[in-house]
């Protein structure tokens, strides 16, 4: 869980608006929103009422007073417009505040009670999501992402506007199935395998949609799924727990794999030596531990104290968050120096700021230019800024882009965005997992550390929730039966 609460200013650098500035905000984008508002567009007898758009990066848990502003100015729209014949909602799946573990559960909750039980709700999901039994029960559809790295945002807002359309106007019945299992998905291949099963029921005509979710690992809430398959097939709740049932199943079967085919980390001190045994070009180094797309605040510093420390002379650039630095930053001025602490504000017992001297480069309100290059991508769906930012050089050769609030780096756009072009460095850095694989399509390689952080399974995890050794494989359950592990959750009847 990442110490650092999010409050409104990350909303604000993210996106917050309502009624009908939502269709100037959403058309035309590569994303949910921009896929659902396409489909509804295409039919002149639909009319379209957009309530409440609200973003932020990935980060902590949300402040509580601030989610219960958002909920209820979502309801409350909701209540002005109605009646409706469906509701679509772009969701991530795994929201939670201070005082709601389920923040996507209880916002779908809220719907279906607002709408009752014959008009449709569809959501999307990111397959990182956390499918709890309270978001099952409330939709009808759920609809989470088939990449990873993610790219299908579009197609994924579109499937979810074709069912609720679908359903709006009585042509489908469709019901929801999640089926989970406590097994950490952490093969790549697997998963893929897994999502192509899924595609080849829906084009089979046996499932509406079929989502593999393996939910983030990081997440300490109670109803946990670990790793669940959401399907949603016509009206037929028994076929689609039966298909949930043999997609995890197969996983299971499979399980050995979570641990032979998971990608290595290479730890800090190796990942030098790593880049010099690379082709010439840029160098990527993901630092999935302080990951702002996994939740973490993208502050420890421990790679730029380590290329400090062995004065690699090689130019690399950097970003990290660090509020105080910039305010001291700004004050020094462009061409001004600013000595003292750099990053690890949140870092508690896991990581601590490094001591720099820095010339400040440049300073920028932190605006983000939006770019498609070299693909389309998550920037689509987080920062539209990264808060005041300074850009700083500490000698020899380490560049860093400083900015105010975490913000995504999966692609060379936050870098572009204030004048850094990122191929002209030998290392760039990213605070990340694993998107950056796929914006960064001219990178001579990759690497990825395993420094400290929050995300990192050296020492003890602040685990108040539940417990992290409940599933495989740091629980192997020998001699279980996968039928006794699954959980399964659905919409009542009556629905
Ligand atoms: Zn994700």
């Known amino acids: 869980m990442s110490p650092l609460l999010t409050n409104r200013s990350m909303f604000e650098a993210g996106a917050l608006v309502e009624g009908q500035d939502v269709l100037e905000f959403g058309t035309g984008t590569r994303t949910e929103l921009g896929g659902i508002l396409d489909i509804l567009g295409q039919d002149p007898a639909i009319e379209i009422v957009p309530l409440l758009a609200a973003q932020a990066s990935c980060g902590g848990p949300l402040e509580s007073g601030l989610w219960h502003q958002l909920h209820d100015r979502m309801i409350e729209a909701l209540r002005a417009q109605e009646p409706v014949d469906a509701v679509i909602i772009s969701l991530h799946g795994s929201t939670l505040a201070e005082d709601d573990d389920d923040c996507c559960g209880t916002l779908l909750a809220s719907i279906r009670a607002q709408v009752g039980p014959r008009v449709p709700i569809a959501a999307t999901l990111d397959m990182h999501g956390n499918p709890t039994a309270q978001m099952t029960q409330a939709a009808d559809a759920l609809v989470a992402y088939k990449t990873y790295p993610h790219h299908d945002f579009v197609e ?7 069912i609720a359309i679908g359903a709006a ?32 029921l829906e084009s089979d005509g046996a499932a509406l949609c079929c989502s593999i979710m393996p939910t983030h690992p990081y997440l300490d809430v109670p109803d946990f799924r670990v790793l669940s398959a959401v399907v949603v097939t016509n009206g037929d709740r028994d076929a689609a727990v039966a298909i949930g049932k043999r997609l995890i199943t197969q996983a299971w079967n499979q399980r050995d794999r979570t641990t032979t085919e998971s990608r290595p980390l290479t730890p800090l001190p190796d990942a030098l030596a790593l880049v010099r045994s690379m082709p010439p070009g840029t160098v990527v180094i993901a630092d999935p531990n302080d990951a702002v797309t996994g939740g973490f605040p993208g502050d420890c510093p421990a790679l730029i104290g380590t290329l400090l420390e062995n004065r690699v002379t090689d130019p690399t650039c950097h970003i990290l968050t660090d509020p105080t630095f910039v305010e001291r930053a700004l004050q020094a001025g462009i061409g001004g120096r600013v000595s003292g602490p750099l990053g690890g504000t949140w870092g508690g017992d896991r990581y601590r700021p490094i001591e720099v001297d820095a010339t400040v480069v440049t300073l920028s309100d ?55 072009e990122p191929y002209d460095y030998r290392i760039v850095s990213t605070k990340s997992v694993n998107q950056q694989r796929f914006h960064y399509t001219g990178a001579a390689g990759f690497i990825d550390l395993d420094g400290p952080g929050w995300g990192s399974t050296a020492g003890d995890y602040a685990w108040r929730k539940r417990d992290p050794a409940q599933s495989y494989p740091l629980n192997q359950f020998e001699g279980a039966d996968i039928e006794d592990l699954m959980t399964i959750a659905y919409a009542p009847p009556s629905l």
């Open 156 to 162: 994924r807002g579109q499937q979810a506007a074709r």
């Open 169 to 200: 106007t009585g042509e489908i019945s469709p019901v929801v199935a999640t089926v989970s299992a406590p097994m950490n998905l952490r093969s790549l291949p697997l998963m893929e395998e897994l999502i192509e099963e899924g595609v080849s």
């Open 366 to 420: 932190g605006s983000i230019q939006k770019s498609r290059e070299p693909m389309p991508g998550h920037l689509e769906v987080s920062n539209r800024s990264m808060g005041p930012t300074a850009v700083v050089r500490i000698e020899p050769a380490v560049t860093v882009v400083v900015t105010s609030v975490p913000v995504m780096s999966t692609e060379g756009t936050v870098y572009r965005s204030v004048g850094i």
